[in-house]
């Protein structure tokens, strides 16, 4: 499948915007999250937190699977394929593991601190609320880069698909 021209740039697009909303997101959880592990004021924990978890519950994973989906058509749609290019290949794979990592880490560690800050306790662990961001914002950094230089060159798959075929070997007719 190949995208049209006007299909491909809306969709680069889209990537785009949401890769960077993305990053911004992250950036925005690592100062809420350095706020409330570096003050202390437990009413600043609290606010901190409680606008972590709502970046986290209803911006980060819509943000996050856009960014996954978009790129999915844009690796399938386009001559850079998914599997032909290490660089795609590995934003593919950093992308679905810092989702999950999303889904299964960062939200529940900002939930726990909630939770615990909501009932009036201190903030149990800086590390539920900077870990998470922390990766993330270096794996988002290392993807952009990557797309910018676009290094490494062709999988084995690629360097096979660039490979003209073969043509059959004409036989030689002796009389």
């Given at each position: 499948?190949?995208?049209?021209r006007p299909a491909r740039r809306a969709t680069l697009v889209v990537h785009v915007v949401a890769s960077a909303s993305w990053l911004g997101l992250t950036l925005g959880l690592l100062a809420l999250g350095g706020t409330a592990a570096g003050t202390g004021s437990p009413v ?132």
């Amino acid at each position: 499948m190949k995208l049209s021209r006007p299909a491909r740039r809306a969709t680069l697009v889209v990537h785009v915007v949401a890769s960077a909303s993305w990053l911004g997101l992250t950036l925005g959880l690592l100062a809420l999250g350095g706020t409330a592990a570096g003050t202390g004021s437990p009413v600043t924990v609290e606010a901190s937190v409680r606008a972590m978890k709502l970046f986290a519950d209803w911006l980060l994973l819509p943000v996050a699977f856009l960014t996954l989906l978009s790129g999915l058509l844009l690796s399938l749609g386009t001559v850079w394929g998914l599997a032909r290019h290490r660089w795609v290949y590995t934003k593919f794979w950093l992308t679905l593991a810092t989702t999950t990592a999303t889904v299964f880490a960062l939200r529940p560690g900002v939930n726990s601190a909630v939770t615990a800050v909501a009932a009036g306790g201190p903030l149990p662990d800086a590390g539920d609320v900077l870990f998470g961001p922390i990766v993330s914002l270096t794996a988002y950094v290392f993807m952009t880069v990557i797309s910018v230089l676009k290094p490494w060159g062709l999988t084995r798959r690629g360097r096979r698909l660039r490979t003209p075929a073969a043509r059959p070997e004409r036989v030689r007719q002796t009389a």
